[in-house]
């Protein structure tokens, strides 16, 4: 198995004025294993198709702490940040599946 070390993007929900919420971004160091990864090999019919693939990382659960999963937005890999599409949760581990290219906020 390869071994991962990346970041994984986290969203907050902030308060910028009253009753006006915004989500901030932070990020995680994170180390685990990559589980699977696998490629499409159809483009569709676009003319410049987006690139996707199907990637999933063992994590351990603690190393993010006490957060959310539904709060996970993006990991590292390959210089990309790529959008996490489900998490499997098996304690003491979680494993996160990413696709697409990731787009959403950053962080500061």
């Known amino acids: 198995m390869q071994r991962y070390s990346g970041k994984l993007g986290v969203a907050q929900q902030t308060e910028v004025k009253p009753g006006v919420w915004e989500e901030t971004i932070t990020e995680h160091d994170v180390m685990g294993t990559i589980v699977q990864r696998s490629e499409p090999l159809e483009s569709g019919d676009s003319v410049l198709p987006q690139y996707r693939t199907t990637t999933s990382v063992s994590l351990l659960a603690r190393a993010v702490g006490q957060v959310d ?3 996970y937005r993006y ?17 003491p581990r979680i494993v ?3 696709g697409e290219e990731y787009h959403g906020p950053l962080p500061e």
């Open 69 to 71: 999963h539904s709060m």
């Open 96 to 98: 996160v599946y990413f």
């Open 75 to 91: 990991m590292t890999h390959a210089g990309k940040r790529w959008e996490t599409t489900s998490i499997v949760d098996q304690y």
